[in-house]
C-alpha cells in the first residue's frame, strides 16, 4: 500500500520561524561581506546569518559560551542552513553540539529526527523524535513525525497513537489525518477510514494527498472506477507529483493496458527518478516487451537507490538471463538467493 512517508518540507516549515530563519534563502552559500568585522552579540550574529554571512554567524556560536534561547536558536538556525545547502554531516554535528549544550531543547531533537530520517537511520530518528516530544509534549509536527517512523518500524500501535495525539494537538493536521486513515486501511477498518477521508475531502476538496488516500479506500473496498477517478482527481490538482501518475500506471498494469502503464510510469520517473515502484513497473513493463537492456537499465536503477532490493536483483537476473548473459545472470540469483535467506532470520519472518 502507498504510504505517504515523511514529509520534510511541511514538518520542518514550524520550526522555520526561528527568528525569521524563512528568510535565509542563501546563507548557505558562506558569504561573507567584504570588510564585514565578526559578530560581537547575538543579534549580530543573526543579522549576519540572515544576510548570507554563515561562516560568521557559526563562528560566534563556536566562541560564545552559555546555552540562552537566543544562543540555541542561533546554532540551530546555522545547522538547517547548512542542512538545506547539501551539508548535512556538518548540519548533524551542529545539532548534536547544540543538544550537548541544552538537552531540552525540543527544535534540536526534532531537527536532528528529521535529518536522521532523511538519511535512512530510522531508528535513529525516531528515538531523537521521542526526545522531541518529552521535551516538548505540544509539538504536533513531532508527534506525526513519529508517527511516520514508528509505522515504518512496524510498530502500528506506536503509530496510531502518534497520529492521534497529533490530532488532539491540532484538529487540522491533514497528513496526521491522512496517515491515520491509511493506517486504518491496512488494519482493515475500512469504515473508520472513510469517515476520516470523507471529512478531509468536505474541508480540503483539492488536497491532492487525500484525494490519493481516497483511492487506495476504494481500491481495499474494489470500487475499481471509484478507484481510478480519485488517482486521476490527485494527479489532475497536483500534476507536478509523481505518486499520481505512478498509481494511475499501476492500476494500468493490473488489467493490462501496458502502454497506457508505460506512459503514466515514465511521467512520473520524469517527475521523480528516484521512485522505486516506478522503476520496477517500467521493468517489467520492458520485460513483457523482450526488451532485456531496458528492463536491465531500470534494475540497475533500482539497484543505485536500493542495493538491497530483492525485486531489482530478481529483474535484473532475468534480464541478464534473457541476453545470454549467463554468468551474470547466475551471480545476480545467487545475490537474490541471499538476500532471501538473510531477510527470512532465524525465525522464518520475511
Do not use: K
Amino acid at each position: 500500500m502507498w504510504g505517504l512517508g515523511v514529509d520534510f518540507e511541511a514538518m520542518g516549515e514550524d520550526w522555520r520561524a526561528l527568528r525569521g530563519l524563512a528568510a535565509l534563502q542563501d546563507a548557505s552559500h558562506g558569504h561573507v561581506a567584504e570588510g564585514a568585522s565578526p559578530p560581537d552579540t547575538v543579534d549580530e550574529a543573526w543579522q549576519r546569518l540572515r544576510e548570507g554571512d554563515l561562516e560568521q554567524a557559526l563562528a560566534f556560536w563556536s566562541a560564545a559560551g552559555g546555552d540562552d534561547s537566543d544562543l540555541m536558536g542561533l546554532g540551530l538556525a546555522c545547522a538547517l542552513t547548512l542542512q538545506e545547502g547539501g551539508r548535512a554531516a556538518e548540519a548533524r554535528d551542529l545539532y548534536v553540539q547544540v543538544l550537548e549544550r541544552d538537552r531540552r531543547v525540543a527544535r534540536g531533537w526534532y531537527l536532528l529526527g528529521l535529518l536522521q530520517a532523511e538519511e535512512g537511520h530510522v531508528a535513529e530518528a525516531v528515538e531523537a523524535l521521542q526526545e522531541a516530544v518529552s521535551c516538548e509534549p505540544g509539538a504536533a509536527p513531532a508527534w506525526s513525525a513519529l508517527g511516520q517512523l514508528r509505522w515504518q518500524l512496524g510498530d502500528r500501535a506506536g503509530a496510531r497513537g502518534a497520529f492521534e495525539t497529533a490530532i488532539g494537538l491540532q484538529a487540522d493536521d491533514a497528513l496526521s489525518r491522512q496517515s491515520l486513515a491509511l493506517l486504518m486501511l491496512q488494519e482493515g477498518h475500512l469504515v473508520e477510514a472513510r469517515v476520516l477521508l470523507e471529512a478531509l475531502v468536505a474541508e480540503a476538496p483539492e488536497d491532492a494527498r487525500t484525494w490519493l488516500c481516497v483511492g487506495q479506500l476504494e481500491s481495499a473496498s474494489g470500487d475499481w472506477s471509484a478507484t481510478v477517478q480519485a488517482h486521476e482527481r490527485a494527479a489532475e490538482l497536483q500534476p507536478e507529483w509523481a505518486e499520481p501518475w505512478v498509481q494511475l500506471g499501476m492500476l494500468a498494469w493490473n488489467i493490462g493496458q501496458i502502454e497506457a502503464a508505460e506512459a503514466s510510469l515514465r511521467l512520473g520517473t520524469a517527475l521523480d527518478p528516484h521512485h522505486l515502484e516506478a522503476h520496477r513497473l517500467l521493468a517489467l513493463v520492458a520485460h513483457r516487451r523482450d526488451d532485456a537492456v531496458e528492463s536491465q537499465r531500470h534494475a540497475d536503477l533500482m539497484l543505485m537507490e536500493a542495493p538491497d532490493s530483492e525485486d531489482a536483483v530478481l529483474l535484473r537476473a532475468a534480464a541478464l538471463a534473457r541476453q545470454d548473459r549467463v554468468e551474470e545472470a547466475s551471480l545476480s540469483l545467487d545475490r537474490w538467493m541471499s538476500l532471501m535467506t538473510a531477510g527470512s532470520g532465524p525465525s522464518g519472518e520475511a
